[in-house]
């Protein structure tokens, strides 16, 4: 059989700053945490400490990853950091990590796009190891940071977003498992919607930038909410016919976190049970690319994914980006 990509560990970490509901209540001056409790489930989030940043998370993400997997540092090949909330905008946060925990073996790099990230890094390192036979323990890692960059005055940023990280370790498998099928696909006219626009080489951090709030996220217009459920289901859809697959035979969906609602109205265009969607935003807010693996890691400890189980991942953020994969465990 062909040499294939298997996920044979998962790990998380988010931060012990536990941020409820009621804190916006004070901050804001008015009743947000009946809105959240209602209309998006979100109860409580975490946020970073003031000395705590990506790569603490990542680093941390790794060390409970690899003891899963039974691997050491040295073991190792490549370390890939899906990330928008980078440590420094250069060098990578993948090099931080690597030279924290001495994984003197790995390459390393960091990928952005955005929310979509972590399914981005999990299509390109399976491919990695599909392709080449010097690839045989890749650490994936979805991290986000975004307290770091929000307007506390924001209503409409502040109160859902929250920081994390999730990994996965990748290995070769000549089993009847690991990577089925993957997409990605970008509509990116919609690129000055929703971001942290200044801050990279178009418009550098200046003193008015700060004052204007213009170095944190905004939301510049408000994206259609009818994209996430049809791009999402249509991706399902199309994957599932590759693999010749209904969208009954997967056990298990994880579709980025932003919206309850949007998960739960892709599962009805698809005509399945809302409860094979997996759901995390309760406690830990959004936490754009690493909520994925975070909820794929929240699963397993659940002893909700078995053997030979099908499991989809689908992945939105700013670009916009998209990126979707299904997998056999």
């Known amino acids: 059989m062909m040499r294939n990509a298997a996920i044979v560990a998962t790990g998380s970490y988010a931060p012990e700053n536990v941020v409820k509901n009621s804190y916006f209540n004070e901050l804001l001056g008015e009743d947000v945490d009946t809105w959240l409790q209602q209309f998006v489930q979100i109860y409580e989030r975490r946020w970073c400490g003031e000395n705590e940043s990506t790569a603490d998370l990542v680093e941390k993400a790794c060390i409970q990853v690899m003891k899963n997997a039974f691997l050491t540092p040295d073991d190792i090949d490549l370390l890939i950091v899906a990330t928008d909330t980078p440590e420094f905008i250069s060098p990578s946060t993948a090099s931080v990590v690597q030279d924290r925990l001495k994984m003197k073996n790995a ?26 036979v010097h690839y045989n323990n890749i650490l994936v890692v979805g991290a986000y ?44 006219e919609y690129n000055g919607w929703m971001g942290i626009y200044h801050g990279g080489s178009h418009h550098p951090i200046d003193a008015q930038s700060i004052e204007n709030h213009d170095n944190q996220l905004k939301f510049v217009k408000k994206i259609p909410t009818e994209i996430n459920p049809k791009v999402w289901s249509d991706s399902i859809l199309e994957l599932c016919e590759r693999q010749k697959i209904t969208p009954n035979d997967i056990q298990h969906y994880f579709f980025t ?18 409860k ?4 995390i935003m309760h406690n830990y807010g959004y936490t754009g690319s690493a909520c994925i ?6 699963w397993v400890k659940k002893g909700k994914i078995k053997k030979g189980d099908i499991i989809a991942f689908v992945g939105s953020g700013g ?11």
């Open 107 to 132: 390459g390393t790099f960091d990928l952005n796009t955005a929310c979509a990230g972590f399914v981005t890094a999990l299509d390109v390192a399976s491919k990695y190891i599909i392709s080449d």
């Open 145 to 188: 940071a975004m307290s770091k960059y929000l307007n506390k005055a924001d209503k409409k940023t502040v109160t859902l977003f929250a920081d994390g990280a999730g990994a996965v370790i990748l290995s070769p498998t000549k089993n009847n498992n690991g990577f089925l099928q993957s997409k990605l696909s970008t509509k990116g």
């Open 276 to 279: 094979k969607a997996a759901t």
């Open 293 to 298: 693996p975070m909820a794929l890691d929240e």
């Open 319 to 329: 670009g916009l980006a998209f990126g979707s994969a299904i997998f056999k465990m």
């Open 257 to 274: 976190q932003i919206n309850i609602n949007t998960i739960f109205e892709t599962m009805d265009i698809l005509g399945e049970d809302r």
